[in-house]
T-cell receptor
């Protein structure tokens, strides 16, 4: 069964509004979670690393004020797309690793399809 | 993370084996090779990973070249449900998975 749960699976919002996406680790604690975005027919692009209890680490070119990440507990990370615009429409995916060796696999949520009108 | 190179697409017939190649010529000695696959409109799914030795699990086998500059994911009997994008990732201890373009596998009935 799923070990990472993501909500909502789909969201449509109007331009200028903010949208929050939740990512939960099920039955394990995740001190680190990762957020990706994916455009149609393209690969996943890592946006940021979410760290429990501290600031997220953003990849180059990702606006931290645009994509707010909060990792307030060991099982929940949230991504808020602020003042969304149509170009933010994308598939957002989170992932986490069950605690273990650094080479252990990542588990991914089922993604959130964001459409900004 | 070392760059990986995969063919853009491959085709297979149902019930036949599939060999998906991956080149990672700049891989370092401690980088693991991970494979994930992604079905349409879903998050990626872990398939298999290894360091030096060949690996088997219920989903697939991973054959790693002796010089570790390439590897091959083997699906022993392809089914229609195996149609997906397969990503080969050279994974270092940074903790981050960086995805390349992957191979789109089509399985024909």
């Amino acid at each position: 069964g799923a070990v990472v749960s993501q909500h909502p699976s789909r969201v449509i919002c109007k331009s200028g509004t903010s949208v929050k996406i939740e990512c939960r680790s099920l039955d394990f604690q995740a001190t680190t979670m990762f957020w990706y975005r994916q455009f149609p027919k393209k690969s996943l692009m890592l946006m940021a690393t979410s760290n429990e209890g501290s600031k997220a680490t953003y990849e180059q070119g990702v606006e931290k004020d645009k994509f707010l990440i909060n990792h307030a507990s060991l099982t929940l990370s949230t991504l808020t797309v602020t003042s969304a615009h149509p170009e933010d429409s994308s598939f957002y995916i989170c992932s986490a690793r069950i605690p273990g060796p650094y080479n252990s696999p990542l588990h991914f949520g089922n993604g959130t399809r964001l459409t900004v009108t | 993370d070392a760059k990986t190179t995969q063919p853009n697409s491959m085709e297979s017939n149902e019930e036949e084996p599939v060999h998906l190649p991956c080149n990672h010529s700049t891989i370092s000695g401690t980088d693991y090779i991970h494979w994930y696959r992604q079905l349409p409109s879903q998050g990626p799914e872990y398939v298999i990973h290894g360091l030096t030795s060949n690996v088997n699990n219920r989903m697939a086998s991973l054959a790693i070249a002796e010089d570790r500059k390439s590897s091959t994911l083997i699906l022993h009997r392809a089914t229609l449900r195996d149609a997906a994008v397969y990503y080969c990732i050279s994974y270092s201890n940074t903790g981050k998975l960086i995805f390349g373009q992957g191979t789109t596998l089509q399985v024909k009935p």
